[in-house]
């Protein structure tokens, strides 16, 4: 299996400008090559592969005045862009014959984006040192700081730079399973906004919202940030209070993410979580909840930390009526109203009389009592 590993890197101010420049000239090269196979499509043309585009926008535009820049960055991180621009394309191809989700045609990426990133393969030879630190060719030595140790030695690096102005340096390793001990105990999962997740035993994990615990802080940042004039280093300033505020809630929601996904799959031998549609709820007036709590995220961790240690994961079909169903003697009862958290099963209650049941069936809460036949529903989304 391969994972990737994140550290976060500290390059000085000079490293920052060569970093820069190797960020501008991936991108010049990644928009060079899109804009190529662009004309050349509209052209009727036949479609300019890698390695042409590689000799054209790379090794002749070099020696030419308007591009000799491009020789101040390795000519790894420049074919790195051009395999990103395939990637692209082919994600797009996939995406069409429904290979994948649906995704969008290539954009060209521009300037203003805060987000930026390069790679380094093998062939850049760049290394750890014996020092810890990251040694990249026409960079230096960058000081990493390092979390945890790798589990085997990477054969790529990707340097990113976030819109909040920090540095990662990222890793992606191949790493082997590592099975748990056995369990008898399995556990499925309802997500909800009330609850984050409400397990089958009864355990309700509580939400913690860290988008609008954030909100006050944020909504004192943006409304700075629109008051600056457009281009000004102040209004830089101000984005980056905004970015540090969304990055700081980011980095809390993925830190509960992995706690609660390294719980659940460390005391369960089988888990099975609703296949909810994120992208249809993000569409409701609910959208800011639903994208606060990061389901997806969490469901994907689940998945591979499953694949990895040894436990079973399965996604249940979102048109399943387990709010209909008995959770007692099975039988499905008829649909509910969402309100409804507690119902009588029409075919266990004329069994319950008294205190005498029959064997699998629910047993009473109270047997002198009308309501001795309530169970509680479990409804696939809970927005109570």
Not at 4 to 12: A, E, I, T
Not at 87 to 94: E, G, H
Not at 96 to 103: A, D, Q, Y
């Amino acid at each position: 299996m391969q994972l990737r590993y994140s550290f976060r890197v500290y390059p000085d101010a000079d490293q920052r400008t060569e970093l820069a420049k190797a960020f501008g000239c991936a991108r010049v090269v990644y928009n060079d090559a899109l804009r190529a196979r662009e004309t050349a499509r509209a052209e009727g043309e036949a479609f300019p592969m890698t390695g042409e585009l590689s000799k054209k926008l790379i090794t002749d535009a070099k020696r030419t005045p308007e591009r000799e820049w491009l020789c101040g960055v390795s000519a790894v991180v420049l074919q790195q862009s051009l395999r990103d621009l395939d990637t692209a394309y082919r994600n797009f191809l996939d995406s069409l014959t429904g290979k994948r989700p649906k995704t969008g045609p290539p954009r060209f990426k521009s300037r203003k984006d805060h987000r930026r990133s390069v790679r380094f393969t093998a062939n850049a030879r760049w290394k750890i040192t014996d020092q810890g630190k990251l040694s990249l060719p026409k960079i230096g030595e960058v000081k990493v700081k390092w979390s945890r140790p790798l589990p085997s030695a990477p054969s790529t690096v990707t340097v990113i730079k976030d819109a909040s102005g920090r540095y990662f340096a990222s890793f992606v390793v191949e790493t082997n399973d590592e099975p748990l001990p056995e369990t008898a105990a399995d556990v499925g999962i309802d997500l909800g906004l009330s609850h984050f997740a409400v397990l089958s035993d009864g355990t309700k994990v509580a939400n913690p919202r860290f988008l609008r615990r954030a909100e006050r802080k944020l909504r004192k940042a943006q409304r700075e940030l629109s008051r600056k004039r457009k281009g000004s280093n102040n209004r830089d300033k101000a984005r980056m209070r905004v970015a540090r505020a969304h990055a700081k809630a980011a980095d809390a929601r993925r830190e509960f993410h992995h706690q609660l996904s390294t719980a659940i799959i460390r005391d369960n031998q089988a888990v099975y979580v609703e296949d909810l549609c994120v992208k249809g709820l993000g569409r409701t007036r609910l959208a800011k909840s639903v994208h606060d709590a990061g389901w997806s995220a969490f469901v994907n961790m689940l998945e591979y930390k499953a694949a990895r240690y040894g436990r079973t994961f399965a996604r249940v079909d979102r048109f399943l009526a387990s709010s209909q169903i008995c959770s007692r003697c099975w039988v499905v009862d008829g649909p509910k109203p969402l309100h409804v958290r507690e119902w009588a099963c029409r075919a266990c209650r004329p069994f319950m009389i008294g205190t005498s049941t029959r064997p699998g069936s629910c047993s009473p809460l109270d047997g002198n009592s009308p309501e001795s036949g309530k169970r509680r529903a479990e409804t696939p989304v809970e927005v109570g």
